[in-house]
């Protein structure tokens, strides 16, 4: 990496946040590499069994879904048994929805990830239930994570701001206001989107208002939902590069439709970047000449910096693939995919790779394929046509936001995607 390629320095350190006993995020530490099971939480063995891989593979903190209640015994399980094998990483637990269950598993666990916002439809009961989690962590010692993603603002956001990269900013403000106000201050936040360029300007604005307001704290980097293979990793190296360049981010993940370990190098490899160093996992000549490409090129095309990409020993596959990742030019359709957890109720990397290998000629649309019912119709939110599982051998087909085809066999779900999308061509 040359000296222009460094990342910026920032005049003001994030508060660094201790997750656990040993490690910490932000207050100018390392760069944290961290991912999130795909196995079922109540399938205590699978878990533990891919937390171990996971945790050998170099992810310094791990993710664990917990859909409700009646997962939390498994959690405390699943962390001792870990544990007990002398295995530290933190756990994070990740909440959709409901704050009993936050509130519940917070003392079980390193970091408790949530959107408070979808707490409750009452604004101000979201409000106390997030307040009482706070005090569930603080007397605890467990960390928060505001987790914000594009399309899942809720109607209280959206209806005073819209849905773009200010609504998000600022919804996550109130969040961190709640915060300071009770002086708590073990808290990380996100705010992620599929499209690279709504991600990276959400961003940058909270990055502002939190310097504004004086408290910085940790940012956790991600484009949700990047897909798989080549262009989901291009796509997160593109967002990811373009904030730690400017020296936005703590901790990075780079979410692919595929098993959780893949994940790891390429995550590691932004890490040991942008945190100046040389070393990072092997990686195949090929791999190490598409990830460099994208961080160098990805920046200065979301910036609009430059219109090309200048460099003969960046073939045209390669370039065009950095360039939709931009979304400057787009040569192909355009997928959004959710990495899967512990909600996904099918086979989701199989799906994606049906979806992807049928509607490939299908140039300018934007394909959704989500793994479950809770959070995937929020959070496809560029998307035209959506592919939804629900579980029990069954999928929902969306236009836009709206289920135009529910309860479809698998077998056929893809079939009857093609038809809808033909007939409105």
């Known amino acids: 990496m040359t000296s222009s390629e460094k990342p910026m320095t920032s005049s003001t350190r994030t508060i660094p946040v201790k997750i656990g006993d040993n490690l910490v995020i932000g207050g100018g530490n390392p760069i944290v590499v961290q991912t999130m099971c795909n196995t079922h939480t109540n399938d205590v063995g699978a878990t533990v069994a891919q937390c171990r891989r996971l ?35 933190p756990i994070v637990a990740d909440i959709h929805f409901s704050s009993a269950t936050a509130i519940g598993v917070a003392p079980h666990v390193e970091k408790v990830r949530i959107n408070p916002g979808n707490f409750h439809k009452d604004h101000e009961e ?16 467990t960390a928060v994570r505001i987790g914000l993603n594009h ?50 300007e959400a961003y940058r604005l909270l990055d502002g208002m939190m310097r504004e307001r004086g408290f910085r704290f940790p940012m956790h980097l991600g484009v949700t939902e990047a897909g798989n293979g080549d262009s989901g990793r291009i796509k997160s190296c593109v967002g990811i590069a373009a904030l730690l360049e400017e020296g936005i981010g703590d901790t990075v993940r780079v979410s692919l439709t595929e ?55 960046v073939d045209a596959y390669l370039a065009d693939e950095i360039m939709q990742a931009a979304r400057r030019r787009f040569y192909r359709p355009e997928y959004i995919a959710c990495p899967g957890c512990g909600r996904t109720m099918y086979d989701l990397q199989g799906a994606f790779e049906k979806v992807k290998e049928r509607t490939s000629h299908l140039k300018g649309l934007v394909i959704a394929v989500m793994g ?3 959070n995937g119709p929020g959070e496809m939110a560029d998307a035209d046509w959506g592919y939804v599982g629900e579980g029990n051998g069954k999928v929902s087909i969306y236009k836009r936001h709206t289920p135009i085809l529910r309860h479809v066999p698998e077998e056929e779900a893809v079939d009857r995607l093609l038809e809808l999308i033909e007939k409105e061509a």
């Open 126 to 141: 979201a409000r106390r239930q997030f307040g009482r989690l706070l005090d569930v962590c603080r007397e605890h010692g």
């Open 259 to 313: 098993d959780p370990e893949a994940e790891i190098p390429v995550a590691r490899y932004l890490a040991a970047r942008y945190d100046g160093r040389t070393e990072f996992p092997a990686l195949s000549g090929r791999e190490l000449k598409m990830l460099d490409a994208a961080c160098t090129w990805g920046p200065k095309l979301l910036r609009r910096q430059v219109d090309t990409i200048d460099d003969p020993t």
């Open 55 to 89: 945790a050998a593979a170099g992810a310094q903190m791990i993710r664990i879904t917990v859909p409700g209640q009646q997962d939390i015994e498994h959690i405390r399980v699943i962390r001792g048994k870990l544990r007990s094998e002398g295995i530290l990483v």
């Open 372 to 374: 479950c019912i809770v």
């Open 151 to 200: 399309g899942s603002l809720g109607s209280y956001i959206t209806d005073l701001y819209g849905n773009g990269p200010d609504a998000m900013a600022r919804a996550a403000m109130e969040w961190i206001e709640m915060c300071i106000e009770k002086d708590f201050l073990k808290v990380v936040v996100s705010l992620k989107a599929s499209n690279t360029v709504v991600m990276t």
